[in-house]
């Protein structure tokens, strides 16, 4: 999605703006631009295409000259990828300059009002009504302008404007779209994320929803949507510069698979005290949780995978009904939610524009919102009743990875915490459960080893134009997020199938030479899947198999084997995972794509 930057400070502008941007990269963009305010004219540079070819137009933005700028990255929603219109934004009279991240739902109206008194739109975008509004209503006073500006427009937004006759002076707005600030010494920034700004500074200012805030060199004031001042504290971060850089991988998909079982322990161990989970802050009793007879699940991609997996492990420990829905299907559904419902929102960024819908859909219905989130001060980490973080630190690459195994291991506490605090298991039982769950960072470790040599597989299978991946139970819905997975980064088809369904329809489309990935890992059910595996050779299919160390039947039908370490079944998913996303990785390298970047796609989904 749209990534914006903003600069104040002492030093030259352009650089800096360029290399902020360049880390809001992984974002996913068409296009890229920057304004700069200097000797009370405001310059802007737009262009389709990557952030290198802005550096090649400004020589780094070492050409440019500004103490103060904006910047952009475009991820077309309203109108082509196009030089016109890529962002900054300028009003006709040029006084005004807008970068913007968010749909301002109203354009067409108030452009149409705005062409009819006369003003002309040099591109299709909704973002140009906002600099022409801003030009509107100014009368001298910056602030003013803006704040009319905001309280006329509808929909999302994060804006980051200039105004020629304010010299030294940035002013943002948040509105249901990313926003953060950055404070630095004798400078200031503005960010859509974390990311860009680690370089520069760690204390930042998480502003809310309606909140417009003035920059200057050695200030930051924030205004509430009336206009009234705002006192804001300052929030660390934590994250170290390395966790934000590719440390030595080729791509930063690849340092993050590697990075899992770190991330994974780092979720599990601070939570682990004396062989219970205590869930700091968490504001549910023991009596409070006994009272939900239902959980409900919502989240997008693969964030709902990894609800798909929690559903598994939370019916089996909890004895509940738990359901599992779209966000995007879920907020528009009129669901059955009420104050007897838990609702588990998932979502690595914390700003997924679906995810937020149908959690304040479910809120407003009474439902108890326990959100499981990555980044820290997000949209949906404030937004929800109790908030449990996944310390994956920052994913950039747009396919998650740790983001996805973090989740589930936070979904197998939730699920031990409840059935322990609502008595549904015993101490014995708990402590046995945990036992497992705490060996899962050195199997996941383990099962990458064991698994080094996948990239010789991607040279056998990288032609298939098309995959299946088909598993049983929680095998299943690992296999959701392994064709995801393929899909997503390596262009070539591919859909999951509960094994149990193939005959119902799918076992169509097989045919001579066809690669069927099958996850055999839930043993239970391992005969069952070895008759789909052979339904599936029958038909010409060759099988590739995934399954726990030490089963040597299933070498007697595929035609290639990966092995995971042994573990309880309740805890599969988080290493039969691993090798999909090897899988996934080495065949989208061998097949040249833009790993991190897969087309079309973007990193946090911050529209509908
Ligand atoms: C796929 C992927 C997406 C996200 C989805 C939700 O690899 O990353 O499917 O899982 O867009 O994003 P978050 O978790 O940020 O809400």
Redesign the pocket.
Known sequence: MCGIVGFVGKKQAAPILLECLEKLEYRGYDSAGISLLSDSKITTHKTTGRIHKLNELTDCGKSLVGNIGIGHTRWATHGAPSDRNAHPHMSNDNKFSVVHNGIIENYIELTNKLKSQGIKFNSETDTEVVAHLLSMYYTGDFLEAVHKTVSVLEGSFALGILCQDYPGKLICVRNSSPLIIGVGENENFIASDVTALISHTRDVIYLQDGEIAELSENEVVVFDSKLQKVNKEKSKINWNIDAAEKGGYNHFMEKEIYEQPKAVKDTIEPRIKNGKIVFDDLSLSAKDLSKFNRIVIT?????SYAGQVGRYVLEELLRIPVEVDLASEFRYRNPVVDQNTLMLV???????AD?IAAMKEAKARGAHILAIVNVVGSTIAKLADDVLYTWAGPEIA???TK?YTTQLALLYLIAIFMAEKTKRISDVQTSALLADVEKLPELMQKTLDMNQNIDQLSKKYNTNRSIFFIGRNIDYAVSLEGS??LK?ISYIHSEAYAAGELKHGTLSLIDEGRLVVALCSYEKLFDKLMSNIKEVKARGAKVLSVAQEGNTDIYTESSDVLLVPRINPLFAASLVVLPLQLFAYYIAKENNCDIDKPRNLAK??TVE
Not at 346 to 352: D, K, L, P, R
């Open positions: 989240a997008c991609g693969s964030a998932i979502s690595q960024s914390g700003e997924t995810t747009v396919a998650t983001g995801l997975k997503e946090s989904v």
